[in-house]
């Protein structure tokens, strides 16, 4: 061998070396930030249970608190579309009257990414009437869409309607 082909050799051999030692060490700084997992299914169906703690404080501001500012709330006991935190106390001061007690029925999540999910399926709520003191249940469909907002889970869009054949 040359001398001019095992300058050659050994400048590629280095350069293939930093090659891998550059390699290595940005994929050893990227382990260390770990990307941010995808909830799990039984995460996302767990916000139910934070919003349903909300109505039994019996605080429409609270309930609100869950909702993102511009969310969107089509309920189950009002004709009207509410777009905004305003409308949103509006609708819970009333639903809260009837003391709710929700459940679940059936649950189907879809998980979209790190930071939005949806959660949609069959609920029961519990209401009592605040004259009468009367209990009846009423079946629902509901649709829970979410957006993590500043590191919290917020409701972008929530429908609920009654069951038709109930």
């Known amino acids: 061998m040359t001398r001019r082909f095992m300058t050659k050799r050994a400048a590629v051999v280095t350069a293939t070396a930093l090659v891998a030692v550059g390699t290595v060490t940005a994929g050893v700084s990227l382990a260390g930030?770990?990307?941010?997992?995808?909830?799990?299914?039984?995460?996302?169906?767990?916000?139910?249970?934070?919003?349903?703690a909300a109505l039994q404080t019996r605080d429409p501001q609270k309930v609100a608190d869950l909702y993102a500012k511009d969310a969107v709330l089509l309920p189950t006991v009002s004709n009207q579309v509410r777009t905004d935190r305003a409308g949103i106390v509006d609708y819970f001061e009333h639903f809260l009257q009837n003391k709710p007690v929700g459940q679940k029925v059936q649950t189907v999540v879809?998980?979209?990414?790190?930071?939005?999910v949806i959660d949609t399926g069959v609920y029961e709520f519990t209401l009592t009437d605040h004259d009468t003191g009367e209990k009846r249940v009423v079946k629902a469909r509901y649709t829970y869409a979410y957006e993590k907002i500043d590191g919290q889970w917020k409701?972008?869009?929530?429908?609920?309607?009654?069951?038709?054949?109930?």
């Open 110 to 116: 879809k998980v979209i990414d790190r930071d939005s």
């Open 155 to 166: 409701i972008i869009n929530h429908h609920s309607s009654a069951m038709p054949e109930d």
């Open 33 to 52: 930030q770990k990307a941010p997992a995808k909830p799990t299914t039984k995460q996302v169906a767990s916000l139910f249970d934070g919003w349903n």
